[in-house]
């Protein structure tokens, strides 16, 4: 089958996976900050609720580092789209034998970018911390009486503020434009660059494919965290509600006050200057304990949908490795010389050429552009006024002489890739 094939439907796709890891980078900030900052201990620390911790820990450490991975291999995968549209844009430009073709096309952006995140980054906070014993009081013997009658011997002192907080983060970070549409557009762009024929697409449509993959299990994954992460404040929340009323209406109104890590009571032991009867701390125990009980049971009951999900893939496309047509390991946005293409003596010698050598720059200013000649291994050099490239040699070296036959010099390479001259350092040519 004959190659089809446009540098625009790489570029299109490119520009897809830039944008989504620029929005998911967004959408993953805030999420982030109430991780770290705003969640720690969330689920307290008694034995009942250890399981739901440990599920959530998992899935939300390995959902942080799933979506960082994703961001990182969307840019990725966009530099090596744009490397693969870029060498076709090369490939055809030199091809084309228009004396008035122009000058050779410019990468769109600069590659290879700079990935977000590093090994730094934090993968989850742990959910599981004791608090506090869940009940305080001054009513001598409450606590002891409640937990008689509990499973376990506990009373939950998870902190609902904190798990709000993380709840609503879920939520908000899996319902974002960004991490609702990546799936789809993902999948759009693998089949868009699948309509067009070249040996590299079906390698490029796949690893789309797999982001996309990857996209929707990062969805799912935080849905579930959400929704399991709201029922649990929602219990707790409950709990603590019903809490407060059995302790108003068995020991008086007054003594009982809610904090947000714990039930606590900071009465005297007394009610309207009179001793509390040990019917009604009885009593009021009891009222706690039927109120524990069922909570524990609809803990128990409060699981997750999805497994943990995994960067299957994302790893593999962060290692890819940009190769251009032009040799260069990085590649300047709207002709940008690069720094080194200045140095007199570097990669680059003899660097910049000036007035002794004959050159005359573009009224545009410096171009540093695409060497017309598919020979040799310096693929880009300095536009003049004409159009010509005048091509470094570099240094050259012992172990290849021929590099710099006579010295650094410069290939001066017509537009159709014909060599004019060789032009040294003062104004000699041969």
Known sequence: MPVVVESAAYYAAANTCYKLSTDVQAAFKPLSRVLTLETSGMAGGYQAVKAWSSGYDNRAAALTTATTEYARALQRLGDILTAAGYNWAIADWRANRDPNKGTGPACPRTIPSELPYGADVVVG??????????????????????????????????????????AKAWKTFADNDAISRGESDLRLAASALSNFHAPDIPNLSEHLTTLSTSAGRIKLAASDLATS??????????????????????????????????????????????????????????????????FLTTLSGITFSAEAVTAAGLGAIIGLSIATITGETVVYSNYKPPGDAFDKTGAKAPGQPGTAEGFVPPKAGDRWVPNPSAKGKNRFGWEDADGNVWVPTGPGSP????????????????????????????????
């Open 125 to 166: 906070v742990a959910s599981s911390k004791h608090n506090g014993p869940g009940l305080e009081s001054d009513v001598p013997d409450l606590y002891k009486k409640v937990v008689a009658q509990v499973a376990g011997g506990e009373i939950p002192d998870g902190d609902t503020n904190k798990l709000d907080s993380a």
């Open 229 to 294: 992460t709201t029922a649990h404040y929602a219990a707790l929340s409950q709990l603590r509600s019903d809490m407060q009323f059995a302790i108003a209406t068995t020991l008086g109104v007054g003594l009982a006050a809610i904090a947000a890590i714990a039930v606590i009571t900071r009465g005297r032991a007394t009610a309207g200057g009179a001793e509390i009867a040990a019917t009604a701390v009885d009593a009021c125990a009891s009222s706690l304990a039927a109120c524990i009980r069922p």
């Open 399 to 430: 172990a290849r002489p021929g590099d710099a036959h006579g010295g650094p010099h410069w290939d001066v390479i017509d537009k159709n890739g014909k060599k004019i001259k060789d032009a040294y350092p003062g104004g000699h040519t041969r």
